[in-house]
């Protein structure tokens, strides 16, 4: 049975979840230092009455309640710049993969000759004569003049949507520039953070493993499948892509997500098996994957899922229990207190919800039968089911169609998925050794391709998604009912295991 005694993490990181929601959505009006203020005055009265249990609890849990307020403000406030009122000259560097839409590049733009570094959304428009903005690439630097814009702060539809959604982002305006209002140039790096620099870096170093995986003959939909399998570059899905993997229920498959990185993780644990290597194996792990981390540019899912390792990591060299609830909450905690607007990131959403949702399925420990096939059977498509369960609401919320056979393409991706990213690590391997590298690359083409086609096959059934739309209190509602089901779930296999 759960205790939520056992769980203080749970209960502290969902009073922080709760002060970021209120006082970004209805507190606002708030000034910054008087909730720290109030942060530093519960803190000093929870010392006060620390003879009295319950008291010094609900003052700690009020002023975890303020901290998240104050970090969310500071951090609106952070992100707001005042723009001129007509077009400026400015100096910034590409800080993603420019993407054709249309007539236009769009890419992230780090501005840097303005004060202190910032982003905004670019769209340039495309010379259709020179074909300058296809050749720009990641770290670029460039001479611009336009007109800078603060994101729509109000309204509604898809414009008030998207406003919110690059704000989020980290995004402080936007910007339209004409192809013959920039030019290449080298701009100086002085005034951006370590952080940024080693992101920019890295984020070239990805189009390299890119460029390695297409010499060494993985082309076309598998080369832009494996690309956002192991590397997160999606420039390359078509909508088609995008349209059969969330049809078939596979949709985080394209966003690297904890699977992916649990993966590299295992793979590196087996490859230092033993006692003796337990302390080695675990440090060289979490060293790769915390790499990798910053190597696909740092999503939530990823980052929430390195903690979870890495945590998950310690404990096992401290031969120390392992409270998944209080793991993932102390995950979600950390990612908060870095970046508190990382709340509103569909993704940040889908991953955890998904996460609880298997570890709620993990705790009631089912047993189906006796023979382990079975029983490894059964599990995998109840995680699936409970993972997805979890999941459903915000599916219908944010993109009101729900995937009808998703347990038969989980089910097979849970083992597709392991060959696909060991397959390319061992292909980078090879690269770098420059033997059989061609081989491998030919059997992880021909896995991909046959998995897509497998994907186009099921998303073409008969029903194969339903449109089904929730508004946000219709979401809360079917959370509370999931919430009920998953106690009573407990308490039955609570039951059954003391007959047993």
């Not at 699977?259 to 080695?280: A, D, K, Q, S």
């Not at 740092?298 to 998944?324: D, E, K, Q």
């Not at 908060?336 to 996460?355: C, I, K, N, R, T």
């Not at 998604?465 to 219709?474: A, D, K």
Request: proline content about 3%.
């Amino acid at each position: 049975m759960l205790d939520s005694r056992n769980y203080p993490l749970v209960c502290c990181t969902s009073t922080f979840i709760l002060g970021v929601f209120l006082f970004r959505e209805h507190l606002s009006c708030i000034p910054s230092w008087a909730l720290l203020a109030g942060f530093c005055g519960m803190v000093i009265a929870s010392v006060a009455f620390v003879k009295r249990a319950v008291v010094s609890a609900v003052l700690l849990l009020s002023a975890v309640f303020l901290m998240g307020g104050w970090l969310v403000t500071r951090f609106e406030n952070g992100l707001r710049k005042t723009f001129p009122e007509g077009p400026v000259s400015y100096q910034g560097i590409v800080a993603s993969q420019p993407q054709q839409h249309g007539k236009v590049m769009r890419f992230d733009l780090l501005i840097v000759s303005r004060g202190d570094p910032f982003l905004v959304k670019a769209s340039l428009l495309n010379d259709s004569i020179t074909g300058r903005a296809k050749q720009l690439k990641v770290g670029d630097g460039m001479k611009a003049f336009s007109l800078l814009e603060e994101p729509v702060s109000g309204g509604a539809g898809s414009s008030y949507m998207d406003s919110r959604r690059l704000h989020v982002q980290g995004f402080s305006g936007t910007t339209l520039i004409l192809s013959r209002n920039w030019k290449a140039a080298s701009v100086s790096l002085e005034t951006v953070s370590f952080f940024q620099r080693t992101r920019l870096k890295l984020l070239r170093l990805r189009e390299q493993v890119r460029g390695e995986y297409a010499a060494a003959g993985v082309v076309g939909e598998a080369l832009t499948i494996l690309s956002a399998m192991t590397l997160g570059d999606k420039n390359g899905l078509t909508r088609e892509m995008k349209r059969v993997f969330a049809a078939a229920g596979v949709g985080h498959l394209l966003a690297l997500s904890g699977m992916h990185l649990g993966i590299l993780y295992g793979f590196l644990l087996v490859c230092f098996h033993g006692r003796r290597f337990r302390f080695v194996g675990q440090s060289v792990a979490l060293s790769v994957i915390w790499c990798y981390v910053f190597f696909v540019g740092m999503p939530f899912s990823v980052v929430r899922s390195a903690i979870m390792c890495t945590v998950y990591g310690l404990a096992f060299l401290l031969n120390r229990g392992r409270a998944s609830l209080n793991v993932l909450a102390f995950a979600a905690l950390l990612i908060l207190v870095f970046y508190p607007l990382s709340l509103w990131d569909v993704g940040f959403q889908l991953s955890f919800m998904a996460v609880w949702g298997i570890l709620l399925v993990n705790g009631m420990q089912i047993r189906f039968s006796s023979a382990k096939v079975i029983q490894h059977l059964c599990s995998a498509l109840l995680v699936s089911l409970g993972a997805q369960m979890t999941v459903l609401p915000l599916v219908m919320l944010y993109f009101g169609r729900v995937p009808v056979y998703f347990l038969l393409t989980n089910l097979l991706a849970v083992f597709v998925s392991p060959v696909i990213i060991v397959g390319a690590v061992i292909l980078l391997l090879l690269a770098v050794v420059g033997a059989f590298h061609a081989w491998v690359a030919a059997v992880l083409s021909y896995v991909i391709t046959a998995f897509y086609q497998f994907l186009c096959v099921i998303a073409a059934f008969p029903y194969a998604t339903l449109s089904v739309s929730l508004s946000p209190m219709q979401a809360v509602l079917f959370y509370i009912l999931l919430a009920c089901l998953f106690y009573l779930g407990y308490r039955a296999s609570d039951r059954w295991q003391r007959r047993q």
